[in-house]
Every structure is written in C-alpha cells, then in structure tokens.
C-alpha cells in the first residue's frame, strides 16, 4: 500500500476514503450524536441543521463525520503538494491523517474540533501563500474571519489568530496593516454574531461562550493504550522530524520559512488543545494537520527505503494496536 499511496494516481483517492472507512469501523458501528457542550451556541445551531437533514441519526453524523475526516486528509494532502513540500506530488500526508484521525475512536464522531480543522488546513493553505502573494490583505482578511468562526465554535481557537500573526512576522516584512486586517477578520464574526444575540435578546448567551479550562486526563481506563499511543506517535514525529532536519539544506527559502510557520502552528495547536474545556474529549483532533505534515517527511526517504517501510509498517501497527487496545 506504501506504494499506491506514493503514486499521483488520482484513484488514490478512493483508495483512501475505503481506508477512513475501514479504520473507522468502531465508531460505524456504534454511532453516537453530537455532543454539545453548554454555552457553544454556534455548534448547537450547526448540530441542529445538520439534526434535520440527517433526520437525528446518529448513524449519519458518525459517518459524515468519518467522510470529512477523509476529505479533510486529502485537503491537506493537496495543500502539502501545491506548495511543494515534499520532493514530489503523493497522497502520503492524506494517509498519515487518516490514520493519525482514527488512533482515538472519540476523533471520529461528530464534533467542534473536527469543524475547526477546516479552518485550521485553509490556515496553513494562506500561510504558505503569503510569502509570494502580492495582495495579501484579502486572503489575511478572510483567514482570520474564519479563524473567528472557529472561536465562536470553541472560544480556545481564537488563539489561532496568533498563528496567522507569526506567519506574518515570518514570512512577509513587518506590515502593522496586514497584522490589522488579521485582527478585525477575527473580530468580524464575533461582533456579527453578538449582534444577533442582542437582536434575538439571547444575549446572555455570549457570556456562556468564553469558557477555559484544562484538558487533561483525570482518570485513564485504559493506561496501556494511552501509553502505546502517545509513544508510538512519538517515534513517528521524532522520524518525521529527522527526515525533515536531513532535507532541509534542499529546499527552497519559502518552503523553510514554511516549515517554520507549520511548527508554530503545531505548538499552538497543543496550547490551545490543553486550554480548552474537558466537555470536548475529541479536543487533541486539532494537532493532527500540522502533526501529519511533519510525520509525512518519514515516508520520502529516498535514500533509505528501509525507513520509509519501517515508518509506514510502523504506522498501520500502531493503528492496529489502538483499535484492539481502544475497543
């Protein structure tokens, strides 16, 4: 399978959706609804859209969840080959997403982080277009409106913003109007939005939505499965980071500034994920973009098959052992 998912072809792509399926097939077959924490008002009117057209079955937001997991992972994945991350065009870093997405069954259902990792890959897609962009102030702009959108799911990912705001530190020359145009995109949504409290007189609402805490395991049911887990994405990012680190001196000054950016992003995405409040168990979905990317570089070691095969054997173990260790 190393092979298909290192070729373009697009029939790849059908590959890769049977695979979210199959890797998935716990939370398939036990489907739950959405949880909506109180006060995420934003995500209660989403789920109660969505609650009519899927006519309440929870059958049918587990799988729409399981299909934007995999539209998502090849989002990315074009991302990731339209700036040239890598040496050539794979559907790698789709694979890696997946099946990074699928490590937890909590990921696969429907949920607030799983609607702001859209915001969150269209955030890396702008970042990596801003250093060779000659009007950026519309794409800042419409960046950090969605990264308001994504605050309003869950009050943590404001914290976003700061993502664009270090990219642009990074990867332009210091403009305080572009940081400016980031700020009032952010801004936009929440003012629109306390706007239609007042206008509805749910104002009382807002206050509900600014919600911190701490998101640590308080109790772990399974203490083998955390720990294989966590050690086995580990050595998967400490692989990735290697293979990085010995093709950087290749790559273009754009694409390192790039890199820089996505590393920014990862922190913060384990900042904001620690931050946020323990209702939302699926909230670690969102250090999967930036943590797939850095993972992907482990299976373009031209020079070593021997450890792209040991990286890409390694990952479907892992899989495996989450789904007999997770059920």
Not at 60 to 88: C, D, E, P, R, S
Request: glycine share 6%; aromatic share 14%.
């Amino acid at each position: 399978m190393l092979q298909i998912v290192r070729n373009n072809n697009p029939l790849t792509v059908l590959i890769l959706l049977i695979y979210a399926l199959a890797v998935n097939w716990q939370v398939l077959f036990h489907p739950q609804m959405p949880v909506v924490p109180e006060g995420d008002f934003l995500f209660h009117i989403i789920t109660g859209f969505l609650g009519v057209i899927l006519f309440q079955s929870a059958f049918g937001f587990t799988l729409l969840a399981v299909i934007m997991l995999a539209v998502q992972g090849i989002y990315l994945n074009a991302v990731a080959n339209k700036y040239k991350l890598f040496n050539k065009p794979t559907y790698v870093t789709a694979f890696v997403y997946i099946s990074l997405s699928s490590l937890s069954p909590a990921f696969g259902y429907f949920s607030q982080p799983l609607l702001i990792n859209w915001v969150l890959i269209m955030t890396i897609d702008t970042i990596l277009q801003l250093a060779q962009s000659q009007k950026p102030r519309k794409i800042i702009y419409n960046t950090g409106f969605a990264i308001g959108v994504a605050g309003l799911l869950m009050f943590p990912a404001v914290g976003y913003i700061l993502v664009l705001l270090a990219a642009l530190s990074i990867l332009r020359n210091l403009n305080p109007g572009e940081w400016m145009v980031a700020l009032l995109g952010c801004f936009t949504p929440i003012y629109f939005a306390a706007g239609l409290l007042y206008l509805f007189d749910v104002l009382h609402w807002l206050p509900g939505w600014v919600d911190i805490g701490l998101n640590l395991p308080r109790a772990v049911p399974r203490p083998v499965y955390l720990a294989g887990t966590i050690t086995g994405i580990t050595v998967l990012f400490i692989l990735g980071t290697y293979a990085l680190q010995r093709q950087m001196n290749r790559v273009s000054i754009f694409v390192r500034r790039g890199w820089t950016a996505l590393a920014i992003c990862l922190f913060l995405s384990c900042v904001v994920a620690l931050f946020t409040d323990p209702a939302v168990n699926m909230v670690w979905l969102m250090l999967m973009p930036p943590l797939s990317l850095v993972i992907a570089n482990a299976y373009f070691a031209e020079k070593s098959k021997a450890f792209s095969n040991f990286a890409f054997y390694f990952m479907l173990l892992l899989v495996v052992f989450c789904k007999l260790s997770g059920s």
